[in-house]
């Protein structure tokens, strides 16, 4: 193998095969379907029928039967067939059948592999030499799960068993404590635990609805945005959630993600879209009117939702919804002002970036390929990849990833990786070149010399959708949000009855200078007052006793530096709005 990753992924796709074996080993009626490498390991489907299917207690034998198999150091070598040759094979297999079918209405070449002497699958190849490279204690079979057939729900449900596979049993380990770790950190629990955000049965899975603490969290990081964004001149633009079929079809997004759309019809029998994406309706407000280069660029921003027809079963929390809260920014300009224009977008993403503590971005270079079918001339294609590749080499030379054949349909684009507190990488802001769109819909400026002339759109996203930010964050920052984003940011905590009154002058001073302030007035003890803050995560609570009321003073304490100590009201408003300010 070229690299430590292709040896990975080498051993981790023999384990696939190494799973079929003592699957089939337990259960000689299973069918096998597909079982391909994954991130951090592999799967397998299977059609368990009716004759026994394993569950969760039975992983345990499966994967002692898979290092039994590991440690006879089988061979893994390959058999090149005709397709009738292995539909001979594979003749009690449906499966099998047509994905050979498949294969050879493509005219691709069929291959069997085998481990050992006589088990083999039907298979493309990336294997170890011998399962003896796969060290024992390096896997884990890790749970089960319902499948479709091929991802289509009208097809049958297979059974789906998770493999974890590394290269040691020492970063297996520390895989298995970093998960650990994770399920501590979910988003979905301490979003309940902070009373943040809730699912409704009556509503539905896949759409979340906002408490007045979380959509404190939403307000502040959407205001951070468009901060940012008022420093750039973008405009503030509004469009409406519905639109008629016709402008995804000229902007070819029906044709693409016709399936992800929810589509309603009116009392007249029109059929109207619930819109997926803005950038069509953008190049609507562009279009309104004839552009002059004077103008231009023009920068449009809206934080608004749009909504895919996600399948049920990939929805996951706030990680994949049905309705997603767009910070949605499409900038129109001349191909001079191309490099520019990405540069101060880059500038924002970083700046934003750095402020929620994820101070090291790793720019993806996601570019088209020949084996995906992308969208628009091939000539403007190469122009904005090169345009890309340029400001690549210039601001991240060396440190950039390439991802071919990620570019979306309509462009190549950067999108920023981010690694949180656990080392997870994932997928935040992104730049987008678009030549398409302002194809399709006409788009034109007047030149100089009063020739018309395309634009190009860029499309920027800087927290992207606000619900995949927070559910990264959340588990980021294990609900520890810094002052100026906090739903509340300082509770006051008399210790008796008689210190309420200095606590509600405190609270009235906070308050007044748009502090979020509680104030705990209950009839608890300290001890239980100081938990229930911290319970909530709140950064600062300020003890009110005798001294502290007899001073005009309040006794602060910080969620994780402690006890800070006895100040005065002025000194505490003007501690928390400059940190608030600064936003440290």
Known sequence: MSTSTDYLSAKRHSLAHVLLMAVKHHYPHALPTIGPVIENGFYYDFDFGTSGKPGLEDLEKIEKTMKEIVSQNLAFRHEEVTADQARGYFEVNPYK???IDGLEKDGKTITLYYTGDDFFDLCVGGHTETTGEIAVGSFKLDKIAGAYWRGDE??????????????????????????????KRDHRIIGQQLNLFIFSPLVGPGLPLWTPRGTILRTEIDNFVQE?????????????????????????????????????????GHELCIKPMNCPHHAQI???????????????????????????????????????????????????????????????????????????????FSRRNDDVKFKGNIELWEKAEGAIRTLLDERAAGTWVDGEGEAAFYGPKIDFMAKDALGRSHQVGTIQLD?????????????????????V???????????????????????????????????????????????????????????????????????????????????????IGDAEVANGTVTLEHRTEGKIGEIKIEELLSKLTEEIKNKK
Request: proline content about 4%; aromatic content about 12%; charged content about 25%.
């Open 228 to 268: 940012l964004r008022k420093e750039h001149n973008y405009g503030r633009v509004t469009v409406p959630h519905f639109t008629k079929p016709d402008l995804y079809i000229k902007s070819q997004h029906y044709e693409k993600y016709g399936d992800d759309l929810f589509k309603v019809k009116t009392r007249d």
């Open 457 to 543: 759109m860029i499309h920027c996203a800087i927290a992207g959708s606000l619900e995949r930010f927070l559910s990264v964050y959340i588990e980021h920052t294990a609900g520890n949000f810094p002052l100026w984003l906090s739903p509340t940011q300082i509770s006051i905590v008399p210790i008796a009855e008689a210190h309420h009154e200095h606590a509600k002058n405190v609270h009235y001073v906070l308050q007044a200078a748009n502090i979020r302030v509680e104030a705990d007035m209950s009839k608890e003890g300290l001890g239980k007052k100081i938990r229930a803050a911290r319970e909530m995560k709140t950064p600062y609570w300020a003890v």
């Open 97 to 99: 059948k047509e994905l």
């Open 435 to 455: 030549f398409v769109q302002p194809t399709n819909f006409e788009l034109e400026y007047v030149s100089e010399e009063g020739k018309r002339e395309m634009p």
């Open 286 to 364: 562009y279009a309104s009117q004839l552009r002059s280069y004077k103008e231009l660029p023009i920068r449009y921003s809206e934080t608004t939702m749009v909504y895919r027809d996600e399948q049920s079963g990939e929805l996951n929390g706030l990680s994949r919804v049905l309705s997603i809260t767009q910070d949605d920014a499409h900038i129109f300009c001349r191909e001079s002002q191309l490099k520019e224009e990405m540069n101060n977008v880059w500038t924002l993403i970083e700046r934003f970036y750095s402020a929620f503590g994820f101070n090291s971005l790793t720019p993806r």
């Open 154 to 183: 009208k097809n049958a449900m297979l059974t789906r068993i998770y493999g974890l596979a590394f290269d040691t049993q020492e970063e297996l380990d520390a895989y298995l404590v970093q998960q650990e770790e994770a399920k």
